[in-house]
């Protein structure tokens, strides 16, 4: 059984800085793919940034420049370094994994770790 497990999250004041991390239950390694997802309230559940096994990176439109995800295999771990964070940030963070066996994909998800960017 895979687990997830966010970090970080919290309170910051616009124009700051935080660090997500989300902790696997095993070797990362296996995914070919992880990400971070966000949800903010009213709203769907948009794909923030994601990396793949061979370290290609994707960033939605509006938070390019300000965050950087990052894999660790070693520490079996992925990242979400956020700077000049704004009010439109504020969401519940998800992380997300992917692993592909034969044919099949199978989807993991965290908890989830709530970020509010508020003066």
């Known amino acids: 059984q895979v687990q997830l497990v966010e970090s970080g999250g919290g309170l910051v004041q616009p124009g700051g800085s935080l660090r997500l991390s989300c902790a696997a239950s095993g070797s990362i390694f296996r995914f070919n793919a992880m990400g971070w997802y966000r949800q903010a309230p009213g709203k769907q559940r948009e794909l923030v940034a994601s990396?793949?096994?061979?370290?290609?990176?994707y960033y939605v439109d509006s938070v390019k420049g300000r965050f950087t995800i990052s894999r660790d295999n070693a520490k079996n771990t992925v990242s979400l370094q956020m700077s000049s964070l704004k009010p439109d940030d504020t969401a519940v963070y998800y992380c997300?994994?992917?692993?592909?066996?034969?044919?099949?994909?199978?989807?993991?998800w965290g908890q989830g770790t709530q970020v509010t960017v508020s003066s």
């Open positions: 990396t793949t096994r061979g370290s290609s990176t």
């Open positions: 997300e994994a992917i692993e592909t066996v034969g044919a099949l994909n199978y989807e993991y």
